[in-house]
């Protein structure tokens, strides 16, 4: 079972490089997520998507794009790269808001 | 809105409870409550429903009390695989998406 899987795991780009961060799940789930991990701040939500074609902001989506055209991938996108987004990147499914969210092992972006 | 967690640490003996807070100032749909080790990913505990029973899994357990929009885990007989750092998660409306708090990092030593 992969469950959720992210690629990269890591990453190093320049400032104004942009990329993009893959998450793929295997649940048939239909609720997705992107966070960002900072020390001290938590989970902070990017942005989510409630099924196949749609998306919707959190809590902190500026700098960052998403796309769910396909049920099972999420991508989220940095276009054009800023220090401030150096960060651990956490993708996460669930089959609902209230049910269970299972997190993928994370992706480390290091903007210099 | 973020949650907010206490304490923000503390550190255990092998053996010793341990209670984690989580408040909200908006009402509470549920509560969800995740762990996370160095360097892995979060893994889910138990979520408590608006109007649900409280919640159990081995040696924790957590209550969601809906009035003062607060919920607690608790953490009996805390065992060494217990450190980690605890998160709590709200969902105050529309069941789409959970905000976490900033966590709180417990250590049992032995």
């Known amino acids: 079972n992969a469950g959720v899987t992210q690629t990269p795991k890591f990453r190093v780009l320049k400032t104004g490089q942009s990329m993009t961060l893959l998450c793929a799940q295997d649940m048939n789930h239909e609720y997705m997520y992107w966070y960002r991990q900072d020390p001290g701040m938590g989970l902070r939500l990017i942005h989510y998507s409630v099924g196949e074609g749609t998306t919707a902001k959190g809590e902190v989506p500026d700098g960052y794009n998403v796309s769910r055209l396909k049920k099972q991938n999420f991508l989220l996108g940095l276009e054009s790269a800023a220090p401030s987004q150096t960060s651990v990147y956490f993708c996460?499914?669930?089959?609902?808001?209230?049910?269970?969210?299972?997190f993928g092992d994370g992706t480390r972006l290091s903007i210099l | 809105q973020q949650p907010v967690q206490s304490p923000q640490a503390v550190i255990l003996r092998e053996g010793e409870d341990a209670v984690i807070n989580c408040s909200s100032s908006?009402?509470?749909?549920?509560v969800h409550w995740y762990r996370q080790k160095h360097g892995e990913a979060p893994v889910f505990l138990m979520i408590?429903?608006?109007?649900?029973e409280q919640k159990g899994h081995e040696k924790i357990s957590a209550s969601f009390n809906e009035k003062k929009q607060q919920s607690s885990l608790y953490l009996t007989a805390s065992q060494l695989s217990y450190s980690g750092t605890y998160f709590c998660g709200t969902e105050t409306g529309g069941y789409q998406k959970v905000t976490f708090g900033i966590g709180t990092k417990l250590q049992v030593i032995p």
């Open positions: 408590l429903l608006k109007g649900g």
């Open positions: 996460a499914s669930s089959h609902g808001g209230n049910q269970p969210q299972h």
């Open positions: 908006k009402a509470l749909y549920s």
